[in-house]
């Protein structure tokens, strides 16, 4: 058993294995009373030292806790989601406009552009073209997009044959 053994819990006196990095200092098991018996015991021990017994009272610690409050102000406010930064905004899957002019398309934003794909497409050219950055990523789908609609209203020529032109779809980006 590599040095595992068992340890009896002090709230629930059942065998237990205790976490291997702190197996020598671990004396509860995981279940969630024993845990707030834990805590609970940490409280004791430490309020029981002479230099804790008045640590929350009296004008000095006041003035302690007041000067944490004055540099960390609205700590117990929860943020929510729409307070919290994202480095980039989620790509949501929206049904893309049959734009005939692509110079118009390139004007754009480039989130705009991309905004419009899946990201699991997103993911997969990243990993085709063999970067993932964004300006790569949208040349390539404005490749990729007219490529389709050339497929998708190829015509007929004379004799059955269709056009095997092979799209270039190299990066450009360094």
Request: proline share 5%; with cysteine.
């Given at each position: 058993m590599n040095g595992i053994f068992k340890k009896k819990c002090c709230h629930c006196r059942k065998l237990y294995i205790p976490d291997p990095r702190?197996?020598?200092?671990?004396?509860?098991?995981?279940?969630?009373?024993?845990?707030?018996?834990?805590?609970?015991?940490?409280?004791?021990?430490?309020?029981?030292?002479?230099?804790?017994?008045?640590y929350f009272q009296g004008p000095d610690n006041v003035e302690r806790v007041q000067e944490w409050r004055k540099r960390n102000p609205?700590?117990?406010?929860?943020?929510?989601?729409?307070?919290?930064?994202?480095?980039?905004?989620?790509?949501?899957?929206?049904?893309?406009?049959?734009?005939?002019d692509i110079s118009k398309i390139m004007d754009n934003a480039l989130q705009d552009s991309l905004i419009l794909q899946p990201s699991v497409i997103i993911g997969l050219i990243s990993n085709f073209v063999g970067s993932a950055l964004q300006d790569d990523i949208a040349k390539t789908l404005l490749r990729l997009q007219q490529s389709g609609r050339d497929i998708l209203n190829r015509q007929q020529i004379k004799g059955g044959k269709h056009d095997c032109k092979i799209p270039d779809f190299t990066p450009t980006g360094a």
């Open positions: 702190n197996q020598s200092r671990q004396k509860y098991c995981d279940k969630p009373e024993c845990r707030k018996a834990s805590k609970a015991a940490s409280q004791k021990k430490w309020l029981s030292k002479p230099e804790n017994q008045n609205g700590y117990w406010k929860s943020k929510s989601t729409k307070q919290l930064n994202a480095l980039q905004d989620p790509l949501i899957a929206q049904q893309t406009e049959n734009n005939k």
